[in-house]
T-cell receptor, first 111, second 113 residues
Framework: SQELEQSPQSLIVQEGKNLTINCTSS?????LYWYKQKYGEGLIFLMM?????EEKSHEKITAKLDEKKQQSSLHITASQPSHAGIYLC???????????FGSGTRLQVQP | DGGITQSPKYLFRKEGQNVTLSCEQN?????MYWYRQDPGQGLRLIYY???????QKGDIAEGYSVSREKKESFPLTVTSAQKNPTAFYLC????????????FGQGTRLTVV
């Protein structure tokens, strides 16, 4: 089965700083999702990347997909307290047609 | 509005009891998934279903059971065989072509008392 490894596991940054979260897959990526979660709540869709080299942005969040490296990165520019939460990457495991997720990155933004 | 609904939001189970978590979607999605989340952890796949009357075990299926009698519904039963059921459970649905986002319910928090 496909495994997704996220790094770092947790991150504390000062408000206004930039940060990057990485997601590495054990298998070829055919599409990758990024979600945000407030603990104890459902997931909020951020963006989906489908092609190698694809880059998408939403407000201050940018995600890229590097198919060759089987990796995706999520970059937040000028972080704000509202960015705090758990960020999860997910991918379609084509071997068993399931949707699997990484272990998440917990982000705290200090004012 | 289309969406995916989980109920109840909070559920308490006594030792030895079976409980069923509900998941309903009106998005006409083919695929549905159940995940378990423990504190500070990511999502672990319990069961998934690509079509009606068919489902597959995920990574942590022991102690759980599901059914998919209707496209809209994918209930999860936590049986007494699940030794540590206290967790947050999330249901998701996805179009069959997997070219769009997966929609998630708001989750059910199950606690053993």
């Amino acid at each position: 089965s496909q495994e997704l490894e996220q790094s770092p596991q947790s991150l504390i940054v000062q408000e206004g700083k930039n940060l990057t979260i990485n997601c590495t897959s054990s298998k070829t990526l055919y599409g990758l999702y990024w979600y945000k979660q407030k603990y104890g709540e459902g997931l909020i869709f951020l963006m989906m990347l489908q092609k190698g080299g694809e880059e998408k942005s939403h407000e201050k969040i940018t995600a890229k997909l590097d198919e060759k490296k089987q990796q995706s990165s999520l970059h937040i520019t000028a972080s704000q307290p509202s960015h705090a939460g758990i960020y999860l990457c997910g991918a379609a495991d084509t071997g068993r047609r399931a949707l699997t997720f990484g272990s998440g990155t917990r982000l705290q933004v200090q004012p | 509005d289309g969406g995916i609904t989980q109920s109840p939001k909070y559920l308490f189970r006594k030792e030895g009891q079976n409980v069923t978590l509900s998941c309903e979607q009106n998005l006409n999605h083919d695929a549905m998934y159940w995940y378990r989340q423990d504190p500070g952890q990511g999502l672990r796949l319990i069961y998934y279903s690509q079509i009606v009357n068919d489902f597959q075990k995920g990574d942590i299926a022991e102690g759980y059971s599901v059914s998919r009698e209707k496209k809209e519904s994918f209930p999860l039963t936590v049986t007494s065989a699940q030794k540590n059921p206290t967790a947050f459970y999330l249901c998701a649905s996805l179009k069959g072509d997997r070219r769009s986002e997966a929609f998630f319910g708001q989750g059910t928090r199950l606690t053993v008392v």
